[in-house]
């Protein structure tokens, strides 16, 4: 049995962090859940915590579930089916047992708070998936787009992304975690006035279009349709191989999984580059994961996990995740 408090995690509302660090990691054979939590609860202390680095940890709901049958919205499942689109693209789903997210100013001292959490999981858990993501020109996302557009304030923010007090995981919040790997050099192929039609608002101030096209990113991810939920989207990778990750926040996770599933629905012909990690929907926990993961409610949501590209569909415009955005649509 864990204990519960319902302290939301503060890491997920702490914006301005330019350097993040994202790890996923599964129960070694004959590890034990409850220690599992225990041990992430416990990064969260002073002595081992680096000064200037926020985390925030989730979990399989699963996992959640049997050490806290009540502690979790009842509904709630891993994200853990691939989704089959138009001409058989495929969204991979890789749901993995707990994942971290640390984010700070600078990446040394993320990097060290990382090999901490490493070293200290290691005797029950292994790393299955490791990514490091950074800032860039404050607010863009590596298409040269303002990423984010429509994303609830920070008043607004914790009634979108917590679970209410008045139901089961009450301050926890359910994660849509994906990688989406961008295909640079056919995007940047495109005139300026190609991506703004495929995005649905201008590039340089983000500025929604009126003449939009429905199969657009702004119109395939319209916050009103869906609802609203609070990303956290930052770039990933190398010169070479870089992408977007989409970290994606609600309450509810009717939510993510209505907007998640148009997206392989998009008319697109074909993937300009073959999507190969899944995605993976993880529900964070609440503040600090001590007892349920620290917060009060639960911890977990999901943890999906797919990397995906940028597609191009017959017509030339591309799909893509939604931004960081909430509120204003882009």
Known sequence: MIDRMSTPQSGIFALGTASH????????AGGDAGELVRAVADLREPRTTTGGVNLVAGFRPELWRALDPDGIPAELAGFDHDLVGADGYVMPASQHDAVLWLSGSAYDVVFDMTRQAIAALDPLAGVAQETSAWSYRHDRDLTGFID?????SLVEAPEVALIPQDRPGAGGTVLLLQQWAHDAAAWEALPVARQEQAMGRTKLDSVELEDRAPSSHVARTDQERFGDIFRRNMPYGTATDHGTMFVGFSADQRRLAAMLETWPAC???????????PGRSVAPTTSSPRHRASGGSPAPATEHRRRRPLRRSRSGRRCRPAPRGGRRRG
């Not at 660090?21 to 070694?28: F, H, N, T, V």
């Not at 984010?148 to 609830?152: A, I, R, W, Y």
């Not at 008319?267 to 990690?277: D, E, L």
Request: proline share 12%.
């Open 267 to 277: 008319p697109t012909a074909s993937a300009t580059r073959s999507p190969t990690t």
């Open 148 to 152: 984010g557009t429509e994303n609830p």
């Open 21 to 28: 660090a994202y790890l996923e990691l599964d129960l070694r």
